[in-house]
């Protein structure tokens, strides 16, 4: 959706530029030179240019390899059958399809590949733009977005475009839209039974809302075996224009609209037929309560919920909530079920998966131009993820565990709650081969004031894996404490990570993250935060605070921060000097703290091994 930027590969370099001194303003810089300074190794981006929502993941029925999609001037993609290692589908990341055909004559936005599709072979079936602008605050263009079917004979290089019309040529009838698009294709024995349907049959989430009512998810279900028609169901899931879930604090805002909608089920190993069902969306809001304003609001958001028949219709009930991503640049998320017998699942003994990535945008939605030309490339995907039903044991039945949250409870005996909630952890072969580098420990440490002191050892690089764990006592809990540490330090620099215990948030404070931000405009120095709470644990005939426990990935500039695999949040820090690699404690106000189980990955792997550049 967004456009695009390209150079020629001779263009790209480093000459002349200077990391042991003050930065000059960037955009006088040549178009090109920044292309390493701040790109990570161990990500999903293209080999040039902007990337966009990640789409298209599939897995090819015939060897098991892994398809990983994304928007690239129409939509690219490549293949791992490690989940650690891809090679492009096309040279120079060349797209498997663009806009210019009777369907899509503007635009190719987000879709979905049903790998056994028509002919047996892959099926992409996109959203095709036929008119723009299209926008939540604005009336809706009739014909605008439609569904389209192509097919790709080549495993997945090209996908040809079927010589024919949309397959769902609008909105259902008479429905005022906000949007209607990023159709994304599943399978659910549930919903066989529950509807009577054929055994395996496809169903289709498109995404979007309703104007002057609230954003919307439209259901469909496959109704021939070519996948030419598709039996509208209705809004199976609906929410009032901009309200919450609870308070809000857990998961955001339902907004005017819903975007890249997937639907799966899960249990606690991973993906399950027979599992409870879950999404994940991206919702579009602005501050005004009811009356829609133009804004960059957007929240990246799991829900869980129960599927019923009301009223003949089916409906799906959320029962809790939460953030997929508390990065405010990171968006638009994709999955796909990986199934134990494909390759990288049958190397590694995974089991069933739902296996998500998450666009990070690095533009801020191309309302920042961070020198956009001298990098020559925008944007990455993080680390994928798999998610399942996460448990929080013993919990302390408190006031804390019973608020609307993005948990519920799953036990409940003498006064102590289990609690359910959305498990989120890096994609286990690419967290093996992460914590595969050189690695050293640091020692614990207890602190009660204010100190900000360097480890021992820091990494000669801007590529490790922090993982440490931060324990406290019960008067810390509800104080000013904050607690955590300053990453890509020099004298010159650092990001700040800490957990602030008055408001149960993970903040990122990058005021003085990047030196370039002072040279140059649109370096995004905002900070970041996001909520987590750390529960009461019932030990030992005593409430203990839970211990939090912290996986932070530092990829170059672009940052992932793990907590207690219920919590991310990705950002970028653009540090400049060369000397910007040091580890520090941190902490901030009066109460103790302790650091423990202090492990340093260097290095990182290269996803790319096969790239020239």
């Known amino acids: 959706m967004w456009s695009l930027v390209f150079f020629a590969a001779g263009a790209l370099g480093q000459a002349g530029i200077d990391y042991n001194s003050a930065p000059p303003n960037l955009s006088t810089l040549a178009n090109g030179s920044l292309f390493e300074t701040w790109r990570p190794r161990a990500h999903i981006l293209p080999p040039f240019g902007q990337i966009g929502d990640p789409c298209a993941h599939y897995v090819d029925a015939e060897t098991g390899t892994v398809h990983f999609g994304w928007l690239h001037d129409g939509a690219s993609g490549a293949t791992t059958d490690d989940l650690v290692t891809y090679k492009d589908l096309n040279a120079d990341g060349a797209p498997f399809i663009e806009a210019g055909g009777l369907n899509d004559p503007v635009a190719v936005f987000d879709g979905t590949v049903i790998n056994v599709g028509v002919d047996g072979k892959p099926t992409f079936l996109y959203t095709s733009v036929s008119y723009l602008p299209i926008q939540w605050t604005i009336a809706y263009t009739r014909g605008s977005e439609t569904q389209s079917l192509a097919v790709s004979y080549d495993d997945g290089k090209n996908f040809t475009k079927l010589e024919q019309g949309p397959v769902i040529p609008g909105p259902p009838f008479a429905v005022n839209v906000t949007g209607f698009r990023d159709p994304y294709a599943f399978q659910s024995t549930q919903l066989d039974t529950l509807l009577n349907s054929t055994d395996g049959t496809w169903y289709l989430v498109i995404s979007g809302g309703v104007h002057g009512d609230g954003p919307s998810q439209f259901l469909y279900r496959q109704y021939d075996p070519e996948f030419q028609y598709w039996e509208e169901l209705g809004q199976w899931w609906h929410e009032v224009a901009n309200t919450t879930w609870g308070s809000?604090?857990?998961?955001?805002?339902?907004?005017f609209n819903f975007e890249v909608s997937n639907i799966f089920t899960l249990d606690e190993e991973g993906y399950s037929d027979d599992g409870a069902f879950f999404t994940t969306l991206g919702a579009e809001w602005s501050l005004a309560p009811i009356v829609p304003q133009v804004s960059d609001f957007r929240d990246a958001l799991w829900v869980s919920g129960d599927v019923t028949i009301e009223d003949g219709e089916v409906k799906f009930i959320p029962s809790y909530a939460g953030k997929l991503e508390w990065g405010h640049s990171a968006y638009a998320t994709h999955g796909q079920v990986v199934r134990a017998d494909s390759k990288p699942?049958?190397?590694s003994g995974a089991p069933d998966r739902f296996i998500s990535t998450t666009w990070l945008t690095g533009d801020y939605y191309g309302t920042l131009d961070p020198a956009t030309n001298q990098q020559n490339w925008t944007g990455a995907l993080l680390l994928p993820r798999e998610l399942s039903i996460g448990k929080i044991c013993n919990v302390v039945d408190n006031e804390l565990a019973r608020e609307v949250g993005s948990w519920k409870t799953s036990r409940n005996e003498?006064?102590?709650?289990?609690?359910?909630?959305?498990?989120?952890?890096?994609v286990r072969e690419s967290l093996a081969a992460l914590l595969e580098g050189e690695s050293f420990q640091e020692d614990s440490r207890t602190l009660n004031s204010s100190a900000v002191i360097p480890f021992q050892q820091s990494p000669q690089s801007k590529f490790f894996v922090l993982e440490a764990s931060i324990t406290v006592p019960q008067s810390v809990r509800g104080g000013d404490v904050k607690a955590g540490f300053q990453i890509l330090a020099s004298e010159y620099e650092s990001t700040s990570?800490?957990?602030q215990f008055s408001n149960e948030s993970i903040m990122v404070d990058r005021a003085n993250t990047s030196a370039a931000a002072?040279?140059?405009?649109?370096?995004?120095?905002?900070?970041e935060y996001g909520r987590l709470r750390l529960f009461d644990i019932a030990q030992d005939g005593e409430a203990t605070v839970e211990v939090l426990k912290l996986t932070i990935v530092v990829d170059n500039a672009v940052v992932e921060i793990h907590a207690n695999d219920r919590f991310v949040l990705s950002t970028w820090a653009r540090s400049w000097y060369a000397s910007s690699t040091e580890l520090r404690f941190f902490h901030e106000g009066e109460g103790e703290v302790t650091f423990e189980n202090i492990t340093i990955h260097e290095g990182l792997f290269d996803a790319w091994p096969d790239r020239a550049y």
Not at 414 to 426: A, C, P
Not at 518 to 527: A, F, L, V, Y
């Open 248 to 255: 809000g604090n857990w998961a955001g805002r339902w907004g």
């Open 345 to 347: 699942s049958n190397a």
């Open 414 to 426: 003498s006064g102590v709650v289990d609690l359910s909630t959305l498990r989120q952890t890096i």
């Open 497 to 499: 990570i800490y957990y």
């Open 518 to 527: 002072e040279t140059t405009n649109d370096i995004d120095s905002r900070n």
